[in-house]
C-alpha cells in the first residue's frame, strides 16, 4: 500500500509510519512538527512534508489510504478556539483529499469524549466533553459519522497510549512515562489525592496494530481502542516499581485541575473493536512497560 500518515512525526503517528514501513509499505508523513519531532523518525526512509493540514491542501501523489493522527493534542493547549478550529478544519481538509481520491480514511478520535460517563464505555453511549480537544473530536466523530454511506472512513478512540517516542508531548505525555522517569531517577512518584483514578492504559503497539487491521474493517465505523481493562494510578505505579526493581513510596498531591474537567476512570468496552476490525489487545500493561523501558534504556529517557 501507499500510505499517508499526517502527525506523523507525532507519538503513534511515528510507530505507526516506522511499522508501516516495517511491513514493505511505502508511506509519506505530514506533520507541522507542533507536538512532533523528526528525531522520532530516525531511520524512516519515506518523504517528510512539512505541513498544516489545517492549510489548503493538495498532494500530487496517489494514496490507497490515509491515516489522519495530527492535531492539536494537548488537552490543556492555551488556545481553545485554536485547538477546535485547526481540529475540525484538517479533518474537513483530509476527508476531501480521501473523497477527490477515492481512498479510504482511518482517522484518531478519542476516548477523553466520553467524560465522566459510565465504565465499560461504549461507543453509543452519551458523550461528555471536558475541554476544546474533545468537542473537536467528537465533532469529527459525528462529521464522520454522516458519511458512513459515502465513503470508507474508520474512526479510533485511543485510551490512554503509551509507548516509544512520546516524550516530544511533554506534559501530555502518558502517566507510565512521567511516573517511570521519577521512579527511574528515585523520585518518589507523584498522583493526585489518592490516585484512585482509573485509566485503560493500552501499549502503542497495540494501538498501532488496531490502526492498520482498521484499513480491513467489515464497514465503515467509530470502534474503541483500548484493552478493556482499568488500572488506578496507585496500581500502575506499583507495576512501575516492579518493573524498574524499585520501592518509592507515592507522594499524593491535591488535584490542580477542575475535577469536573478531569475524567476519573476510562476503561473501554472492546465488543465493537473485535467484530468490526478484529482487533484485541495482546499486551498486558507489565509487558508493554518492561518493552517500553528498554527502548528508553537503549535510546535514552529524555529524547
Ligand atoms: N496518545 C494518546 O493516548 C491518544 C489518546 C486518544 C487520542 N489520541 C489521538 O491520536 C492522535 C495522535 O496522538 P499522539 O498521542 O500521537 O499525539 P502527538 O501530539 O504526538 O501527535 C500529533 C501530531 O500531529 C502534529 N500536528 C498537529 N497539528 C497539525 C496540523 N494542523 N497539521 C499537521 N500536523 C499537525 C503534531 O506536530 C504531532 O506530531 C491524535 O489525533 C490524538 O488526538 C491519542
Known amino acids: 500500500m501507499k500510505c499517508l500518515v499526517t502527525g506523523g512525526a507525532g507519538f503513534i503517528g511515528s510507530n505507526l509510519a516506522l511499522e508501516l514501513e516495517k511491513q514493505g509499505h511505502e508511506v509519506v508523513v505530514v506533520d507541522t512538527m507542533l507536538s512532533g519531532n523528526k528525531n522520532n523518525l530516525d531511520n524512516f526512509k519515506g518523504k517528510i512534508i512539512e505541513k498544516d493540514v489545517s492549510e489548503p491542501l493538495e498532494l500530487n501523489e496517489k494514496f490507497d489510504v490515509i491515516f489522519h493522527e495530527a492535531a492539536i493534542t494537548d488537552p490543556r493547549h492555551p488556545n481553545d478556539e485554536e485547538t477546535y478550529n485547526k481540529n475540525i478544519q484538517g479533518f474537513k481538509n483530509i476527508i476531501n483529499l480521501a473523497q477527490k481520491n477515492n481512498v479510504k480514511l482511518i482517522y484518531a478520535s478519542t476516548a477523553g469524549l466520553y467524560g465522566n460517563g459510565p465504565v465499560p464505555m461504549k461507543e453509543g453511549q452519551e458523550k461528555e466533553t471536558l475541554s476544546a480537544y474533545g468537542k473537536s473530536k467528537l465533532e469529527m466523530d459525528n462529521i464522520a459519522s454522516k458519511l458512513f454511506d459515502k465513503m470508507y472512513i474508520v474512526g ?98 491535591d488535584m490542580s485541575y477542575d475535577p469536573k474537567t478531569y475524567q476519573s476512570n476510562t476503561q473501554a468496552d472492546t465488543t465493537k473493536a473485535e467484530n468490526l476490525i478484529g482487533f484485541k489487545a495482546k499486551w498486558s500493561l507489565k509487558e508493554g512497560i518492561k518493552d517500553y523501558f528498554n527502548f528508553l534504556d537503549k535510546y535514552g529517557w529524555e529524547q
Open 156 to 253: 479510533l478512540r485511543y485510551f490512554n497510549v503509551f509507548g516509544p517516542r512520546e516524550a516530544y508531548k511533554n506534559r501530555a505525555a502518558s502517566m507510565a512515562y512521567h511516573l517511570g522517569k521519577q521512579i527511574k531517577f528515585n523520585r518518589k512518584p507523584r498522583i493526585f489525592k489518592f490516585g484512585e483514578q482509573i485509566r485503560d492504559h493500552i501499549y502503542v503497539k497495540d494501538a498501532v496494530d488496531a490502526t492498520i487491521k482498521a484499513v480491513d474493517a467489515k464497514k465503515s465505523c467509530i470502534v474503541n481502542v483500548g484493552t478493556g481493562i482499568g488500572t488506578t494510578f496507585n496500581e500502575l505505579v506499583n507495576v512501575l516499581n516492579e518493573v524498574l526493581e524499585k520501592d518509592l513510596k507515592t507522594e499524593y498531591f
